[in-house]
């Protein structure tokens, strides 16, 4: 079983449309959780992390369920520039990060 | 910062030939790492360091894999020798010593075996 599993959809919304993305990971043992954004022939780029009280970076939400072992990331108003694919990682034994397959997603104009 | 250097961009080669990647982390950065990236299998983790010394080597594919890191600034991947389902993009990245620090990545090397 995968460490951590996403949609990979594409999620294709209009501009100003409000987007959410789940993960969800395999090992209670979990101890950090981020959000990555990796555009097309790019590097991954921290996102945000994800805290258990939940928090939110202006446009972005990104919440932490451990009873359920899911991750979310909600996406409000919408900009071109947010196509992209959200990669949700998790964190165990230190410093060891593993990165879900991504779900990529397609604002259109 | 230059943040984490990655050479060469671009390598084209033909299998059973040797290929060595190259990374230069984020100086001051205590965690070094070396993904593989492919359509398929998403971001592997193949092999980190810490302080210079390996700690969990076992996502590396098989024997033809080596990494090295002979001082902190600067780590190689070799493949030896290679094979066409070795192409993939690898990246490196470091972090921070602190518990959980974030992940910088270098451009990364895409690898095609031919």
């Known amino acids: 079983r995968k460490e951590v599993e996403q949609d990979p959809g594409p999620f294709n919304v209009p501009e100003g449309a409000t987007v959410a993305f789940n993960c969800t990971y395999s090992?209670?043992?979990?101890?950090?959780f981020f959000w990555y954004r990796q555009d097309c022939r790019k590097e991954p780029k921290l996102l945000m992390s994800v805290y258990s009280s939940g928090n939110e970076d202006g446009r972005f939400t990104a919440q932490l369920n451990r009873a359920s072992q899911y991750i979310s990331l909600l996406i409000r108003d919408s900009k071109l520039s947010d196509s992209a694919t959200y990669l949700c990682v998790v964190t165990r034994n230190f410093n060891k990060f593993y990165f879900g397959s991504g779900t990529k997603l397609n604002v259109k104009p | 910062d230059a943040g984490v250097i990655q050479s060469p961009r671009h390598e084209v080669t033909e299998m059973g030939q040797e290929v060595t990647l190259r990374c230069k982390p984020i100086s001051g950065h205590d965690y070094l790492f070396w993904y593989r990236q492919t359509m398929m299998r998403g971001l592997e983790l193949l092999i980190y360091?810490?302080?210079?010394?390996?700690?969990?080597d076992s996502g590396m594919p098989e024997d033809r894999f080596s990494a090295k890191m002979p001082n902190a600034s600067f780590s190689t991947l070799k493949i030896q020798p290679s094979e066409p389902r070795d192409s993939a993009v690898y990246f490196c990245?470091?972090?921070?010593?602190?518990?959980?620090?974030?992940?910088?990545f270098g451009s990364g090397t895409q690898l095609s075996v031919l």
């Open positions: 090992n209670s043992a979990s101890q950090s």
């Open positions: 990245a470091s972090s921070m010593t602190a518990f959980n620090e974030k992940l910088f």
């Open positions: 360091f810490n302080n210079n010394v390996p700690i969990d």
